[in-house]
């Protein structure tokens, strides 16, 4: 009867334990949810440093959730920290395989690296899953990884791909006008790169590029009004610079 009497106490016991960790447990995720929460407005202001704070003080509540470890990762990219964003989107990815926006993320960080194979196998991966929302994200960046191997056939059907699902998205405006002009269809490359300002007025660099393809065509007068348009845009930025480095070299060949 005691030894029957010390099972029941033992049991009870340990069931007031768990429930007391499991209590715990949850307390602490809620707060490490709201520090990562807080985390999350730091980033969007741009305040990297603040949101690495809070994003590090949600880690030491709960470490298991893959969207602060995917916070993480995007905080050291913005912080010019490749490896330990790379640490941090494999976490991610740990926690929850099938987080296709983390892996996507992972892949920018290899683009950041110049390390195309490897960012393009995680693009593809994401670009194949049919359930992902923003599947012209990874089509776009598959394009700069080719574009950057100067594999400029493989740029443009992913780029052109990219387009399809997002008409106006200005990667793939952006990056498709490049192609055209590395492939020497400079013409093709200025109506694509037009179209990209009509939708980005505001946006020194489209017109900078565009500025450049006008160059190569030698329409001189559009190529000035183009890069007038850049010092407008983006004053005394290292943009304008070269824009006006740029000037200066047409203005020796009118």
């Not at 893959?66 to 330990?84: H, I, S």
């Not at 194949?128 to 776009?140: E, I, M, Q, T």
């Not at 780029?159 to 952006?174: H, S, V």
Request: proline content about 4%; glycine content about 4%; overall charge positive.
């Amino acid at each position: 009867m005691q030894n029957f009497r010390f099972v029941w106490t033992l049991l009870a016991v340990v069931a007031i334990f768990t429930v007391a960790c499991t209590s715990n447990l949850q307390v602490q995720k809620k707060q490490g949810e709201a520090a990562r929460n807080l985390g999350e407005v730091y980033f969007e202001q741009g305040n990297y440093s603040e949101a690495l704070r809070e994003f590090l003080k949600a880690e030491s509540l709960y470490p298991d959730d893959p969207f602060l470890q995917n916070d993480l990762g995007l905080t050291y990219k913005a912080k010019k920290k490749p490896d330990l964003a790379i640490s941090h989107f494999k976490k991610a990815l740990a926690l929850k395989p099938d987080y296709a926006s983390a892996k996507n993320n992972l892949g920018t960080v290899y683009l950041d690296k110049g390390e195309w194979d490897a960012a393009i196998a995680y693009f593809k991966e994401v670009a194949g899953n049919l359930v992902y929302a923003s599947p012209h994200l990874p089509l776009s960046n598959m394009g700069w990884a080719y574009f950057n191997k100067k594999a400029y056939e493989s740029a443009e059907k992913y780029y052109l791909e990219a387009l399809e699902i997002a008409p106006k998205f200005i990667n793939a405006l952006r990056g498709l006008g490049l192609t055209y002009m590395a492939m020497g269809r400079i013409p093709e490359g200025v109506e694509i790169l037009e179209s990209a300002v009509k939708e980005y007025p505001r946006t020194a660099l489209l017109y900078f590029d565009l500025a450049t393809a006008y160059t190569l065509l030698h329409d001189y007068k559009r190529a000035l009004n183009a890069y007038q348009k850049v010092d407008e845009l983006a004053p005394k930025s290292a943009l304008a610079r070269q824009s006006e480095k740029a000037v200066q070299k047409i203005k020796h060949l009118e």
